[in-house]
């Protein structure tokens, strides 16, 4: 059983192009995340979501747009990609403590 | 603004063998909650230990056991009897009201047989 489900797990798509990444959690908890881990294996946080609320923004380009349609799911939709998007892209969900990652999503942008 | 600093890009140890990671962090607060991840190759985040700011005891997983020093803000992790599965990228990271994670810069370690 999955806990944290990202789909896709590769992306490549080619500049200017919008993709979207989706994620759902089965564990029940009240916040997700999404995280960015660049070419030298850097993570940072971009947005996390209570309850279908937005709680964290971090500096992301406008770009770049969470979406929670429901507790269990927070997808990521990024318009106009560029080069310096491609990355590994991480969904994680946390109860209290303990944050559980997804498999990650890597975007090859060409 | 808090920041995670893992000083040693590199480690690598023989199979069987100790090896310690190093993780110092910079913080106001005095409640926080700090942890050690594992990347293999897979890609895979995992958890590996983790430590609440206000307890003083250090936690301990089977092999791996944290050097927590709450003054001098230090955070590392020790590896005994090490496997050739534990190669990976092992990363720091802080926690904080909001429950942002905020991570170091990793360290590659690799197990020699």
């Known amino acids: 059983d999955t806990a944290v489900s990202q789909t896709p797990k590769y992306l490549v798509t080619q500049m200017g192009n919008d993709k979207s990444i989706k994620c759902e959690q089965n564990l029940g908890h009240d916040t997700m995340y999404w995280y960015k881990q660049d070419s030298k294996k850097f993570l940072k946080i971009m947005f996390s979501y209570n309850n279908k609320e937005l709680i964290i923004n971090e500096t992301v380009p406008n770009r770049f747009s969470p979406k929670s349609p429901d507790k269990a799911h927070l997808n990521l939709h990024i318009n106009s990609l560029e080069l310096g998007d491609s990355a590994v892209y991480f969904c994680?969900?946390?109860?209290?403590?303990?944050?559980?990652f997804g498999p990650g999503t890597r975007l090859t942008v060409t | 603004a808090q920041t995670v600093t893992q000083s040693q890009p590199e480690m690598s140890v023989q199979e069987a063998e100790t090896v310690t990671l190093s993780c110092t962090y910079d913080?106001?607060?005095?409640?926080?909650?700090l942890f050690w991840y594992k990347q293999p190759p897979s890609r895979q985040m995992i958890l590996v230990i983790r430590q609440e700011a206000y307890k003083q005891q250090n936690a301990t997983e089977n092999r791996f056991s944290v050097n927590f020093q709450k003054a001098a803000k230090s955070f590392s992790l020790k590896i005994s009897d090490s496997q050739l599965g534990d190669a990976a990228m092992y990363f720091c990271?802080?926690?904080?009201?909001?429950?942002?994670?905020?991570f170091g810069q990793g360290t590659r370690l690799t197990i020699n047989p």
């Open positions: 994680a969900s946390s109860q209290r403590d303990e944050q559980y």
């Open positions: 913080t106001s607060e005095s409640d926080y909650y």
């Open positions: 990271a802080y926690r904080w009201g909001a429950q942002k994670l905020v």
